[in-house]
Structure formats: structure tokens, C-alpha cells
């Protein structure tokens, strides 16, 4: 299974991107899956995941300003984030399996697939 992440830019604050992770199977179906981001300098953590009952969580940072969701016909996971902030610069990851199981619960995964990183960058 691969993940293809893209969708990162440039963009001005209160701007808004929408991240896709197109992946080569009906991966989604099977495990939870989530976005999360790495800035420089600190930790990788998850902003936002959606298990296959289409459950979601989202990180305090971007509540009320994200929104994650699924199509299923496209075997690919979006995140649109609105009103972006310069903290939001980051570098993006989408992840299906168990590293988000892990955070949001269900049945453990046999598997861990991580897309290529994402740059979403927030300036004036």
C-alpha cells in the first residue's frame, strides 16, 4: 500500500488548504487513519483522524478549524484546515494503521503505512 499526500502550499494566515491522502487500496476501510504534522524543532502529533466508522478526532490546536473526512469511492482521506494561522506551518503526514489506532482506539492493526510529507506554509 502506498499513501500519496499533497495539497501543502503557501498561503497568507486566514487562508484555507485542503490535504488529500490518495492511497493504492481500500486501506481506509480497514484501520484508522489520520493527519498529523511535524514543525521544526519539535514532536510529530496528530491534528486530526478518522477511524472506518467515520469517527473523527481532532487535535485542541485545530478544532473548530479543520475538517477531516474520507471518500470512500477514491480511497483517499481529506483535511481541509480554514483561518490558518502561522503556527499551523508544519510539514504534513498521513498515516493508516496502527500509529492511529493507537491515539483513537479500535482494533489493532497489523500494518503502519505513512505518506511523504506535505509543506504547509503560513505567511504574510
Known amino acids: 500500500v502506498q499513501l500519496q499526500a499533497s495539497g501543502g502550499g503557501l498561503v497568507q494566515p486566514g487562508g484555507s488548504l485542503r490535504l488529500s491522502c490518495a492511497a493504492s487500496?481500500?486501506?481506509?476501510?480497514?484501520?484508522?487513519a489520520g493527519w498529523y504534522r511535524q514543525a521544526p524543532g519539535k514532536q510529530r502529533e496528530l491534528v486530526a483522524g478518522?477511524?472506518?466508522?467515520?469517527?473523527?478526532h481532532y487535535a485542541d490546536s485545530l478544532k473548530g478549524r479543520a475538517t477531516i473526512s474520507r471518500d470512500k469511492a477514491k480511497n483517499t482521506v481529506f483535511l481541509q484546515m480554514d483561518n490558518l494561522k502561522p503556527e499551523d506551518t508544519a510539514l504534513y503526514f498521513c498515516?493508516?494503521?496502527?500509529?492511529?489506532?493507537?491515539?483513537?482506539?479500535?482494533?489493532?492493526?497489523?500494518?503502519?503505512?505513512w505518506g511523504q510529507g506535505t509543506l504547509v506554509t503560513v505567511s504574510s
Open positions: 498515516n493508516v494503521g496502527q500509529s492511529t489506532v493507537a491515539i483513537m482506539g479500535g482494533r489493532a492493526a497489523d500494518f503502519d503505512y
Open positions: 487500496g481500500t486501506i481506509f476501510a480497514r484501520a484508522a
Open positions: 478518522i477511524t472506518p466508522g467515520l469517527n473523527t
